[in-house]
């Protein structure tokens, strides 16, 4: 069953009599219904493609947390074979806010690592829907150094509003193991790209997306805090989210006018959630030839075009 936004109602609407119209065309009990079917669904598919190439960034906020958008688990299913996650952090406990591994992707190994939100309430619940604890960030730590030791690439999967903000966190380093993990990121001598696949919420995205290359989906958001934080800090009223979401600048386009990102992954007709199959291959095939710029560069240019480009961003303005 699909779930639409407000703003999507015009769509609804139009998709509707479409389901209704093939159930009649199933039934037999209409005459000539082709043609007229035909007519609405290319109306429907327009007004869709036409809505989403002019959303605000309010609306891409809702968009990228859409329940149904592809997660990690999704990602790693469609993209890596014999994954093999790693748990713990060595020092406190497992969190499973975090996701980290091996596996084979295009016929290479790969260290794959990012925030789980879950598909449904159990897992959601099991993963803290992707707010990692510090345990969770040095788990990240921990296996971003492993694949530095054996030399395999890192790609990190971001989609997380933001670290989880608990006092149990606070009271076991929150603050320092998202410093530290952000360090270990850029300090690695691999090839590191991250993909933003839906939110890339404060600290808690940055924290493993300080890499070579940062690509985002196309209706993902990137930004130091949540428009409904951002609201309450600057207004005290999170109503104004939508006000907050449009002066940050947290969209895809956005941000690679600024060079904080390097490319936007297109999503299919109505965003990732509506074709999942599709965003998935489309962000493979863009991982993939990140990864193929940085084959063979020494493991010092490595490190020296990574900070370079966090040093220049902002410059080109």
Known sequence: ????????????????????????????????????????????????????????????????????????????????????????????????????????FSGRAVCFL????????????????????PEGYRKAIRIMQLACRFGLPVVSLVDTAGAFPGVDA??????????????????LSVPSIAVILGEGGSGGAIAIAACNRILMLEHAIYTVASPEASASILWRDSSRAE?????????????LKFGVIEQIIAEPAGGAHRDPKAAISATGAAIQAALAELDGMPASEIKAARAEKFLNIGRKL
């Open 1 to 104: 069953m699909r779930s639409y936004f407000d703003f999507e109602k015009p769509v609804a609407e139009l998709e509707a009599k479409v389901l209704e119209l093939r159930e009649l065309s199933a039934r037999g009990d209409a005459v000539a219904i082709g043609e007229e079917l035909s007519r609405l669904e290319a109306k429907a598919e327009k007004a869709l493609a036409d809505l989403y190439a002019n959303l605000t960034p309010w609306q891409k906020t809702q968009v990228a947390r859409h329940p149904q958008r592809p997660h990690f688990g999704d990602y790693i299913r469609g993209l890596v074979q014999e994954f093999t996650p790693f748990s713990g952090d060595r020092q406190f406990g497992e969190d499973a806010a975090i996701v980290a591994g091996f596996g084979w």
């Open 114 to 133: 990012g925030q789980e939100k879950g598909s449904d309430t159990e897992a959601r619940i099991k993963h803290n829907f992707g707010m990692a604890r």
């Open 170 to 187: 606070e009271e076991r380093g929150q603050a320092e193991a998202i410093a530290r993990a952000t360090e270990t990121s850029l300090a």
């Open 243 to 255: 006000d907050a979401a449009t002066s940050m600048k947290i969209t895809a386009q956005d941000l």
